[in-house]
């Protein structure tokens, strides 16, 4: 889609959105492209197995994405668990996110991980768990 970056930064801004409107992607020059535009965008980095792969497997994907300085970069829940203790020594905890926990059970384990954010599909779930702690 030649020419998304620049639609969706322009939507941002034509609606007053920018402190609210975090960009996320898999690849890291559709993130470098947002930041060239607005450079003071808020990105988020996903990461799952197959974006791992493309960009030389976990450790260097993170590489990657933590190169754009104040970049969060949430890693899928099922590539992460067996990888937290790894991917918080590389990006850490301010850095590091999870997606996508959607049962109570999942949203309460990460939440209590030392990460940043939780990418849920279920934000009802999630305020309900914030509010329990």
């Given at each position: 889609y030649p020419g998304?970056?620049?639609?969706?930064?322009?939507?941002?801004?034509?609606?007053?959105?920018?402190?609210?409107v975090r960009?996320?992607?898999?690849?890291p020059h559709i993130l470098e492209t947002v930041r060239a535009i607005w450079p003071d965008a808020r990105l988020v980095a996903s990461v799952d197995r197959r974006s791992a792969e493309m960009l030389g497997g976990l450790g260097p994907a993170l590489d990657r994405f933590l190169a754009f300085g104040d970049c969060c970069v949430a890693v899928e829940k099922a590539l992460?668990?067996?990888?937290l203790a790894f991917c918080?020594?590389?990006?850490?905890?301010?850095?590091?996110?999870?997606?996508?926990?959607?049962?109570?059970?999942e949203i309460g384990h990460w939440m209590a991980q030392?990460?940043?954010?939780?990418?849920?599909?279920?934000?009802?779930?999630?305020?309900?768990?914030?509010?329990?702690?």
């Open positions: 998304l970056e620049r639609k969706v930064v322009n939507a941002v801004r034509a609606r007053g959105l920018e402190r609210q960009v996320t992607s898999f690849m992460l668990a067996p990888s918080l020594e590389r990006a850490g905890g301010e850095r590091l996110g999870v997606w996508v926990p959607n049962t109570p059970d030392p990460i940043r954010q939780v990418t849920t599909d279920r934000p009802d779930l999630a305020l309900a768990a914030r509010a329990r702690r």
